[in-house]
């Protein structure tokens, strides 16, 4: 029977950074409300990162908000290296217990839906928290550079390798 080895090499930084869509446009949240392209314009960087919205609970920083054609896209750094808070949070992010995202905003210019809700056109951001389930249904983290993630590919493709070596 003959070996098959797989080596891999991962650059997995474990510095903090993380990103995620925090309000997809269009759709709206679980009350209704819908945001719209355009609101976000006057966001003001950097911007608080909260767990759960909790004023008290600063676990880093939004440096990047950027409207796309599906959302309000962000950014930012968990302070790893300087807040013990923010290495539990990034820990939880990892574990998929902490999903989502959900923003702490002030509306400026919005008009009721029909059926419920409002539509919003104008607001102030204020902050934008990780927290586990999210207003709107579709916010959520897309990429948070861990080790664990590394450790899940490595374990993929070892599988795959042993698949291999069975043919």
């Known amino acids: ?11 997995a930084s474990d510095d903090g950074s993380i990103e995620g869509l925090a309000w997809p446009f269009d759709e709206p949240d679980r009350v209704g409300d819908v945001i719209t392209k355009g609101a976000f314009s006057g966001a003001r960087l950097p911007l608080p990162m909260l767990f759960g919205h909790d004023q008290n609970d600063p676990v880093g920083t939004w440096s990047v908000a950027e409207e796309r054609e599906d959302g309000l896209h962000i950014k930012g750094q968990l302070l790893v290296g300087e807040l013990p808070r923010a290495r539990e949070v990034r820990a939880l992010v990892r574990s998929g217990a902490v ?25 102030e951001l204020l902050e934008a928290s ?4 999210p207003m709107h249904p579709g916010a959520r983290v897309v990429s948070a550079k861990t080790a664990v993630r590394a450790l899940t590919l490595a374990a993929s493709l070892q599988r795959a390798a042993a698949q291999l070596a069975k043919r």
């Open 1 to 11: 029977m003959d070996r098959v080895f797989l080596e891999t090499k991962i650059d």
């Open 99 to 123: 999903r989502g995202i959900s923003i702490g905003f002030r509306t400026k210019k919005a008009a009721n839906r029909p059926r419920g809700g409002r539509t919003i056109s104008e607001l």
């Open 130 to 133: 990780l927290v586990t389930i």
